[in-house]
């Protein structure tokens, strides 16, 4: 089974960047759906990207996000060194929260619910100030 480790949380202003790393331990890697979540206080845990690597006439990545998060988030991954990582542009302080990375099996469809991943890392603490 996959373990996760989560880096490169902080503390940021509104409209700066950061970026998130998930290393992945397992022999499998590229057979995993990964995905970020964030939770804020108070809320329910929501998906932010998700990622997966698919196999067609080439192996291609397909990458999906949630709405708010299109053209600010971008997500990718390095199967070679089993890698997921989170660019984050334009942050927001709504955008503050511990985020969580997370894997699952393949699957035909986008994952998004929380409920359907099974790994789960620490967490890692991002805040925006106004």
């Known amino acids: 089974q996959v373990q996760l480790v989560e880096s490169g949380g902080g503390l940021v202003q509104a409209g700066g960047s950061l970026r998130l790393s998930c290393a992945a331990s397992g022999r499998t890697f590229n057979s995993y759906v990964m995905a970020w979540f964030r939770q804020a206080p108070g809320k329910e845990r929501e998906f932010v990207a998700g990622i997966r690597w698919m196999r067609g006439s080439t192996y291609y990545a397909d990458s999906y996000y949630a709405d708010s998060m299109k053209g600010r988030f971008t997500i990718s991954r390095d199967n070679a060194k089993n890698t997921v990582t989170l660019q984050m542009n334009s942050l927001k302080p709504e955008d503050t929260a511990i985020y969580y990375c997370?894997?699952?099996?393949?699957?035909?469809?986008?994952?998004?619910?929380?409920?359907?991943?099974?790994?789960w890392g620490q967490g890692t603490q991002v805040t925006v100030s106004s």
């Open positions: 997370a894997a699952t099996g393949w699957g035909s469809y986008r994952k998004t619910d929380p409920h359907e991943y099974d790994t």
